[in-house]
């Protein structure tokens, strides 16, 4: 199956830096990637719809200035988590939806584990 | 409501069947999914199901989709302690969003 590769899968930083989620697909052209917000016990929220070549889509009550999102390739989005406080601690999924493929299904990264300290 | 609802928590003993039921909210979505998350980690597909589809069987899994009541559910039979994990309900609404209920975390009993 279609491989979603997200990097670094762990990180820790200092309160006021910021932190750079790289995402990406392998084997497959992913004209659509999605970030994915999940809090301890709770579901998966949608933070914004990154599109290959324009800019990204942001959900409601989203800072875009805070979290900037990148689809510079077909295969590659970024997350980059600007001035990180302590509340920005989560776990940022990212996914991809195949290219051309009719279901629609997406493809999700192992996750990324961001601790602000 | 505007989310897609599932229950927290489900225990099963195992070799039993476990099920787990879903509520969607768009009449109009075109897929309908189930995701397994195991612990720490990310989600994996498990299966999905066309709007145009009462039922779909994958070895040990069985979809049932309800569209008159925007129900789905996911039958797992002989249920493993390796099926211990968070499994989450999606659908793809009209603006193609893939929007998730929150989890139905399974617990299996000895």
């Known amino acids: 199956g279609a491989v979603v590769s997200q990097h670094p899968s762990r990180v820790i930083c200092k309160s006021g830096t910021s932190v750079k989620i790289e995402c990406r697909s392998l084997d497959f052209q992913a004209t659509t990637m999605f970030w994915y917000r999940q809090f301890p016990k709770q579901s998966l929220m949608l933070m914004a719809t990154s599109n290959e070549g324009s800019k990204a889509t942001y959900e409601q009550g989203v800072e875009k200035d805070k979290f900037l999102i990148n689809h510079a390739s077909l295969t590659l989005s970024t997350l980059t988590v600007t001035s990180a406080h302590p509340e920005d601690s989560s776990f940022y999924i990212c996914?991809?939806?195949?290219?051309?493929?009719?279901?629609?299904?997406?493809?999700f990264g192992e996750g990324s584990r961001l601790t602000v300290l | 409501g505007e989310d897609v609802e599932q229950s927290l928590f489900l225990s099963v003993r195992e070799g039993d069947s476990s099920v787990i039921n879903c509520t969607y909210t768009d009449s109009s979505s075109t897929y309908l999914y189930w995701y397994k998350q195991e612990p720490g980690a990310g989600l994996q597909l498990l299966t999905y199901?066309?709007?145009?589809?009462d039922m779909k069987q994958d070895q040990r899994l069985t979809v049932l989709l309800n569209k008159k009541d925007k129900h789905l559910s996911l039958r797992i039979a002989d249920t493993q302690t390796g099926d211990s994990a968070i499994y989450f309900c999606a659908e793809t609404r009209r603006d193609d969003k893939i929007i998730f209920g929150k989890g139905t975390r399974l617990h299996i009993l000895p």
């Open positions: 199901i066309f709007s145009n589809m």
């Open positions: 996914s991809a939806r195949v290219s051309g493929r009719v279901t629609g299904e997406l493809f």
